[in-house]
């Protein structure tokens, strides 16, 4: 029996994923007491990987998390 398989890159091509990142990233940083990113690291953090992001955020906001 063949199987046929198909992948799909859904982070960007098929489904805009960005507003959950970005909602992701006030979430973590409202428990901690920090305000929303600001529009302009939101836009710079656009071509970032996931872990680029965190060093971002962890620079911009000087947090002690890894």
């Known amino acids: 029996m063949k199987q046929k398989f198909a992948i799909f ?6 489904v805009d994923s960005m507003g959950f990142w970005n909602k992701l990233i006030d979430e ?8 929303p990113l600001s529009p302009e690291l939101q836009e710079e ?19 002690p998390d890894t």
């Open 45 to 63: 953090s656009i071509a970032l990987t996931a872990e680029g992001t965190a060093e971002l955020v962890i620079q911009a906001y000087r947090l």
């Open 28 to 35: 973590f940083l409202a428990r901690r007491g920090f305000p």
């Open 9 to 14: 890159d859904m982070d960007g091509t098929l």
